[in-house]
C-alpha cells in the first residue's frame, strides 16, 4: 500500500526564531515541511533535523528580492499543494526616522509585507482549486503601537494585517482561511536591542501558529490574534 500523502506546510524565514520552531514542530508532528529563506549552515541543520522527524525540502530565496519569491513560488508548486503557507520571515533594522534610507526601506518592506503577498499570490491559485488550505501570516505587537526607531518595521505590520483583512474577504466560502498572529516578545535574535524581556519562547508561537494552519475552525477568517506573554 503506498504511503499515505503528508500534509504539506511552507515556513518562510526557515533557519531561525519563530520560523524554526515551527518547522521542528510540523516535523514532530508527520507534515511534509517546506523550509524557505537564504542557505546557510543554520537552515542545513534545520532541514536536517525535519528530515530525521519527517519528510522536508528546501526553496532557497532571499524574501527581500522580489524575482527571487516568484521563482520560490513555482518550486513549491511544483513540490506540490501546500496545506498551509506560514509567513515568518520578517526583518527589523532599528533607526530614527531622519536617519532612514530608501535601501532600508525596501529590504524592511520587501521581506516583511511584499514577500507575503507575492507568496500568496502564487501559491492561491492551486490552493483554491484543492478548496482547502491557510495562510497564516505572523504579525507582531508593533502593529498596534507605535515603537521609537522602528517606523519602517512597525508599518509593515501595520499593512500586513490590512493585507490579511482584505484577503480574509476574498477567502469567504472557499475553504481557505488567513489570520494574522501578532506575537509580543518572543526570546529571538530580533528582539535583541529592542529594550523588551521576552515573554514567551519561539516554541510558543509556534504552537500557535500550527493550531491556525491545521486545527482552528474556519470560522477564525479574518482573525487578529495577539499574544502576549505570561
Not at 518547522?23 to 537552515?43: D, F, P, Y
Not at 527581500?64 to 520560490?72: K, L, N, P
Not at 480574509?168 to 509580543?184: F, Q, S
Not at 518572543?186 to 491545521?214: C, E, I, K, Q
Request: aromatic share 4%; net charge negative.
Amino acid at each position: 500500500m503506498a504511503e499515505q500523502r503528508r500534509e504539506m506546510i511552507v515556513v518562510t524565514g526557515a533557519s531561525r526564531g519563530i520560523g524554526r520552531a515551527t518547522c521542528q514542530l510540523a516535523a514532530e508532528a508527520g507534515k511534509h515541511t517546506i523550509l524557505v529563506g537564504r542557505e546557510s549552515s543554520k537552515m542545513r541543520d534545520v532541514l536536517q533535523t525535519c528530515r530525521e522527524a519527517s519528510t522536508a525540502d528546501f526553496v532557497p530565496c532571499d524574501l527581500s528580492d522580489t524575482e527571487q519569491v516568484g521563482r520560490a513560488g513555482a518550486h513549491i508548486l511544483e513540490l506540490g499543494t501546500p496545506q498551509a503557507l506560514v509567513n515568518c520571515a520578517g526583518i527589523v533594522e532599528r533607526q530614527s526616522a531622519t536617519a532612514l534610507t530608501l535601501e532600508s526601506y525596501e529590504r524592511q518592506m520587501n521581506t516583511n509585507l511584499l514577500a507575503p503577498m507575492l507568496l500568496c499570490r502564487a501559491l492561491l491559485p492551486a490552493m483554491l482549486d484543492a478548496r482547502r488550505g491557510r495562510i497564516i501570516n505572523v504579525g507582531s505587537i508593533s502593529a498596534t503601537l507605535g515603537t521609537a526607531n522602528q517606523s519602517i518595521y512597525n508599518a509593515s505590520k501595520w499593512a500586513l494585517v490590512g493585507y490579511t483583512k482584505c484577503l480574509a474577504e476574498e477567502l469567504t466560502d472557499t475553504g481557505l482561511m488567513t489570520v494574522v498572529i501578532h506575537p509580543g516578545s518572543v526570546d529571538t535574535d530580533m528582539l535583541v536591542g529592542s529594550g523588551f524581556d521576552p515573554r514567551m519562547s519561539a516554541n510558543d508561537v509556534a504552537h500557535t501558529l500550527l493550531h491556525y494552519a491545521f486545527d482552528a475552525p474556519l470560522a477564525h477568517n479574518g482573525a487578529v490574534i495577539e499574544m502576549f506573554g505570561a
